[in-house]
């Protein structure tokens, strides 16, 4: 869907997610004597070919010229060229409709009846589901690792491993991988990386720069930002492009034009949302940390996280999700909690501009490494509300723990 991105290109983030996919042939028709800022919705299922060369001529087609609905209007096309110009040495970007589609349909691309696919036990559950189903039904083997293991990933890797997916931190956990130390392994042992990089964004860790293959992200979260879309993305270097391009054409993914011009308005703000998102989330965590309900806290963000050295060294930022625990706290009294909250809805997904909350229960999905901790988890994604008032919403949450179930 998108072309090479230019190598010396020296535009930092911000600039590129105001300029990003706006070519002029696909923001303006010089006829009508002007361009539009953002390209418009392009809809579209037939393409109409002047004569029958032209359209055998099209049949070879690359991702940019107009083939036939299912292959990209410039809309589609405007959002994959922005992402992948957030990602230096990537040679292009894949949409999906969703980032659990963008998932299953890399590990589809990737891997074979008989190979081997190392999964990070801290993976999003739906991942380790269509690893546990599907693959495990076409003959692809998963093992688990632990989040922590860094360079001790080489002594996992059997012959017929083909693929580690990281996901880094881990979306309910919050573990930091060593990335660098696992890519470089990786392309020592000749294995493929995959990462769900859907916390950080390129703007917080560009994944391709540190020797990831193919990185995803679930749009829906922090790209679109407003709660209203669904999508997912693959962005990969030049070697594997080629195989996730055709796997994708082969499953018939398609996403609306329509949602792509939703994912473009939300990208152009990215930066300054990530932002507030991440100074909003290490206020409420202070402010938790010296709560003496609770127990730890799980945000690499704060200098006592046991991923906070990784977190240093290979991220600018935190994005606004994070868990907590509360010391002592069952079901019951974690509801209460929940139950007395106003402005944190409760509900599933993360990254849109209101906050959010969830019990998490990690025991019950990990099978690598044991999740120890007795005391209930939460997870709040932090949104763009004035702290103070979500630090007072938090107080009504433990002022609710005292009172009888
Ligand atoms: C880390 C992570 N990856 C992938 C997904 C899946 O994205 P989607 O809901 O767009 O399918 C989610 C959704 O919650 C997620 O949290």
Not at 68 to 73: A, F, I, Q, S, V
Not at 309 to 325: E, K, M, P, V, Y
Request: glycine residues 10%; proline residues 6%.
């Amino acid at each position: 869907m998108a072309g090479p991105a230019d190598k010396d290109d020296r535009r930092r983030p911000a600039t590129k997610l105001v300029q990003g996919g706006r070519r002029p042939e696909w923001t303006g028709d010089p006829r009508l004597g002007g361009g539009i800022v953002n390209p418009p919705v392009w809809r579209a299922s037939t393409i109409l070919y002047d004569s029958i060369a032209d359209l055998k001529a099209r049949g070879h087609a690359t991702h940019d010229k107009l083939y036939y609905g299912r292959r990209g209007t410039p809309t589609v096309w405007a959002l994959a060229d922005a992402l992948t110009e957030l990602e230096p040495g990537a040679e292009g970007t894949l949409l999906y409709p969703s980032g659990v589609a963008a998932i299953s349909a890399g590990l589809l691309a990737l891997l074979a009846p008989g190979d081997h696919l190392l999964m990070v036990d801290s993976a999003y559950e739906p991942t380790r589901s269509f690893c546990d189903g599907m693959l495990a039904r076409f003959g692809v083997r998963t093992s688990y690792y632990d989040p922590c293991v860094g360079a001790r990933i080489a002594d996992l890797i059997e012959p017929e491993t083909r693929l580690i997916f990281l996901e880094s931190p881990g979306s309910l956990t919050f573990e930091v991988q060593d990335v660098p130390a696992i890519t470089r392994i990786a392309r020592e042992r000749g294995v493929v990386t995959m990462l769900d990089n859907t916390w950080a964004t390129p703007l917080l860790f560009p994944a391709i720069a540190h020797g990831i293959d193919v990185t995803m992200m679930s749009l829906t979260k922090y790209v679109g930002g407003h709660s209203d879309a669904m999508m997912g993305s693959l962005t990969a270097t030049r070697s594997l492009w080629p195989r996730l391009r055709q796997a994708t054409y082969q499953l018939g993914h398609s996403v609306s034009p329509d949602d792509c011009a939703l994912m473009l308005r939300g990208l152009r703000t990215l930066d300054v949302r990530l932002e507030r998102h991440g100074a909003n989330a290490l206020a409420v965590a202070r402010w938790l940390a010296a709560r003496p309900e609770v127990g730890r806290i799980l945000y690499p963000a704060l200098a006592d996280d046991p991923g906070h050295a990784l977190w240093t060294r290979d991220f600018s930022g935190a994005s606004g999700l994070f868990g907590f625990t509360l010391k002592g706290a069952d079901d019951a009294a974690r509801a209460r909690f929940i139950d007395a909250l106003t402005l944190f809805g409760i509900g599933f997904s993360w990254g849109g501009f209101e906050s959010l909350v969830v019990p998490s229960d990690p025991r019950t999905i990990r099978t690598a490494t044991d999740w120890t901790d007795p005391d209930a988890l939460l997870r709040l994604s932090i949104g763009l509300e004035d702290p103070a008032d979500l630090i007072a919403d938090l107080e009504r949450g433990f002022a609710a723990l005292g009172g009888a179930s």
